[in-house]
Structures are given as C-alpha cells and as structure tokens.
C-alpha cells in the first residue's frame, strides 16, 4: 500500500520562520489535493494549534501516554481537522510533559498515520532531541529553514558537515527572505560560501505579510487565502516547486 511521504522542518535556531514555512508548505499541497497531516513536534513550544484557533482536548503526550498505557484505541482521536484536507496532530498543552515523552513511540505513530495521508509534515524546534533524531530517521528529507544571520550560517555549516559525515542527501536548505524586510547583510555567495553548501530553496521577500498578526489572529494559513495567492504569486510558485520537487525526487 501506498505510505505518505515524510518531510521534517526544522531549523538551527529559533525565529526563521520555520512552522510558517511548514504550514504554507501544508497548504501547498491541500490546494493540490494532496491529504496532508501536520504533527507538531515541538513539544515543549509548539503553538500550531493556537495559530489555527483549533480547539483540541487531546495532544501528541496524550497519544503517548495511551499507547504507552495500552488504552490507544484510533490515532484519529488525537488529530483534529483544519482546512481543505489538512490535519493537525497538536503538540502537548503542559510544556511539562515534553520530557516524558520516550522517543520510540514515534516508530508506532508513524505506522498508524502513513497509510492514512499522502503527505506528513513534521514539524520541530531547533534542538537535536531524542525525538527529533528519530523523526529524521524516518522522514524522507528534511528541510532546514534559514535566514540570512550570522548564527543561522555558522549553524548550517555544523549541520551540513554532520550530514556529509554521515553520508546523508536527506537535507533540504531553504533560505526565508520573509522574515523581515530587509533581506539581510551576505549575499547569496557569502551564505554558501559560510555554510560550505548550497541553498536549495529561497522563499521571496514579497512573501512579508503586513498584516500577519491580523492572519494568524484569524487562524488562516497565508496561501489558503485567494487575495495573499494573487498578491504573492512568486511565493506561491516556489511553494509549488518545492512540493512537486520533493515529491518528484522522492
């Protein structure tokens, strides 16, 4: 039977914009009719449910506990829908429980959820957790979202040695110019030059939404919204390209 593709987004430091890029990237393959689950995997600050103004009674530590406790009955109790075929894995509310999490119950929920998707997208934070490592196991690529700042560059070019050394082509490089509105001080040449690597991907500096606070107040996803598809067509282009490109490579 045919499993879900499995892309983890992750990063090397916090504020890239990475569960944005995430969700959009969601967003990108509901719109091409592709049934899509985020998981999100930032145990201990994941607000993905919260930016989507989902209401949830049970999150990723209560899938675990009732796996652990054998009182799981369907992963579907725990998933919760959005829009447009998207779902939502919501991560733990108690930031407390983050650290009881046993890493090997990602083995059984990824067996339950890949015959019931077509793609997954796992969402993470920075850290090179227990539980983020298995999700790299398991994922197919994994997309590291960058911006343009000294500390981001030095930590790619950590990460990509450590992915070279482990002969690894699962790394994804996507450079967020949305951010902020200056594109930032290195060039293209500098960047690749500081990570020893190329940058597979650059979302636009068009892609800056003024009224952000006002969207993710409203629960939306940019690029499910037709006005911000309109106004940011070069963005939606690379977002397309990166979902038929990872699905094509795959």
């Known amino acids: 039977m045919k499993k879900a ?18 969700l959009n990237l969601a967003a ?13 995997l930032d145990v201990a600050a994941g607000d993905i449910a919260a930016r989507l103004n989902l209401e949830y009674e049970k999150d990723l530590y209560l899938c675990y ?5 054998h009182t799981f009955d369907a992963v579907e109790d725990y998933i919760y829908p959005y829009k447009q075929g998207i779902d939502i894995l919501p991560a733990p509310k108690d930031p407390r429980n983050a650290n009881k999490m046993e890493a090997s119950f990602l083995s059984y929920l990824f067996s339950k959820v ?3 998707y077509d793609v997954i997208l796992v969402d993470t934070n920075h850290l090179l957790s ?24 030095k930590g790619m070019r950590t990460m990509s040695a450590i ?12 450079l967020n110019d949305s951010t902020k509105k200056t594109n930032g001080e290195y060039s293209i040449t500098d960047m690749k030059n500081v990570m020893k690597r190329e940058i597979d991907y650059r979302v636009p500096q068009s892609f800056f939404q003024k009224k952000y606070d006002k969207y993710v107040m409203n629960g939306t996803i940019f690029l ?8 940011s067509s070069r963005a939606l282009k690379v977002f397309q390209l990166i979902a038929r490109s990872l699905l094509k490579e795959d």
């Open 5 to 22: 593709k499995i892309y983890t987004i992750t990063s090397v430091k916090g504020g890239t914009g990475k569960t944005t890029f995430a």
């Open 28 to 40: 990108t393959y509901a719109l091409n009719k592709k049934k899509v689950l985020v998981i999100d």
């Open 65 to 69: 506990e009732d796996m652990r406790n």
């Open 114 to 116: 890949s015959l019931k």
């Open 130 to 153: 227990p539980l983020n490592l298995l999700a790299f196991d398991y994922s197919d690529k994994i997309l590291f979202v960058i911006n343009n700042e000294c500390m981001n560059l």
């Open 163 to 174: 992915f070279e050394d482990i002969e690894s082509n699962k790394m994804v490089v996507v």
């Open 224 to 231: 499910l919204e037709k006005k911000i598809r309109s106004h």
